[in-house]
């Protein structure tokens, strides 16, 4: 529960309860070692020294968790095949199981030590046992380990962002395993495991049950950039390898110059173009004003034509009909002597 200054506002922080309860871990074939149950709620793994000279590595400790996590889809047995100092393990076909309740229902799992990504056993009560393989490469894509992890982690009501992708990164917060430091494996601490806060932060927020949207966010963020970075050293590499390229600086210089020339040279193109359709175009239009002066002429000479026809339509006709009778008379007279000589 946290409280603010103003009484009157109190916001419940509801954390994360994980109703699973481990009843028992063994070997199949038995003998490879003593079965352990486990008690409700809290079991203490110790060794008795003999004296103060004595080590305590014999007594399997941190192997008893190591054999939990692996029953719980954990990275290959052979990362743990160190801590036994023996090889008959290997050698031998043997299983690990792992039986546990979760919300009153039992479960059980078989994990083999050779070849443990694959028949692995997987059982819920009142259904058939189910043989599941691991995807090696991407083993949070494997159907089993999205099935336990919403059996493990996932609850109702939750709104905000949750994958059952996020198995073996949430484990971690329950199984801390100190390793011995001449090994490769780290602290399980669920600060320091993974290194990368703000991936971390995400599954914070999702165990107080709190609003994790924009830190989910921001991690794919910050996880793109971290390619893109990686992206950008491979090629500097490529670079530098394959072209004597010593500043990557240089090539950024080099780039510009070229973008400049590229720039330029479809500048010139540009005009080169240009100047041919001009050109053509310059040719259609000397045509089209050809025959409109051949047209402004033509019709020039119609109109002078045309005023000249207008001007003998209007000139005045003036006749002496006195004239034209004498003139006829004459003709019929020098007609009807032609008549009668012939």
């Given at each position: ?6 009484r ?14 481990l ?13 352990v ?85 997987f ?143 479809e ?22 004003t ?19 026809y ?33």
């Amino acid at each position: 529960m946290v409280r603010w200054n103003d009484r009157s506002l109190w916001i419940p922080l509801i954390v994360k309860k994980i109703n699973m309860i481990l009843q028992k871990i063994y070997s199949n074939p038995e003998w490879l070692f003593r079965d352990v149950t486990f008690k409700k709620w809290v079991n203490i793994i110790y060794a008795n020294k003999a004296d103060k000279s004595s080590e305590t590595n014999w007594a399997w400790k941190s192997l008893l968790l190591n054999l939990i996590d692996f029953c719980l889809l954990s990275d290959s047995w052979v990362k743990h095949i160190s801590a036994l100092r023996d090889n008959f393990i290997e050698a031998n076909n043997h299983s690990i199981c792992l039986e546990f309740v979760i919300e009153g229902t039992e479960y059980y799992i078989e994990r083999p030590m050779k070849n443990s990504n694959k028949d692995i056993l997987f059982w819920e009560k009142w259904h058939t046992l189910t043989s599941y393989n691991l995807n090696v490469k991407n083993t949070k894509d494997s159907e089993l380990s999205l099935i336990l992890c919403d059996l493990i982690f996932k609850r109702k009501g939750y709104e905000w962002v949750y994958s059952n992708e996020w198995l073996r990164k949430l484990l971690p917060f329950f199984i801390k395993k100190q390793e011995n430091p001449a090994t490769s494996m780290k602290f399980s601490d669920p600060i320091k495991y993974s290194g990368y806060m703000p991936e971390i932060m995400q599954y914070h927020l999702f165990f107080l049950n709190l609003d994790n949207t924009l830190l989910h966010k921001n991690f794919q963020l910050e996880d793109k950039k971290k390619s893109l970075k990686w992206a950008v050293n491979e090629i500097e590499l490529y670079l530098k390898t394959n072209f004597s390229v010593k500043n990557i600086s240089d090539v950024d210089n080099k780039l510009d110059n070229l973008r400049m020339d590229k720039n330029s040279y479809e500048k010139n193109l540009d005009d080169l173009k240009l100047g041919s359709n001009y050109k053509d175009a310059s040719n259609e239009l000397n045509q089209i004003t050809k025959k409109i002066k051949q047209h402004i002429l033509d019709n020039h000479i119609d109109s002078h034509t045309l005023e000249n026809y207008a001007d003998n339509i209007d000139q005045k006709i003036t006749i002496q009909t006195w004239r034209v009778d004498k003139l006829y008379a004459e003709v019929n007279s020098l007609l009807d002597w032609k008549i009668k000589k012939s």
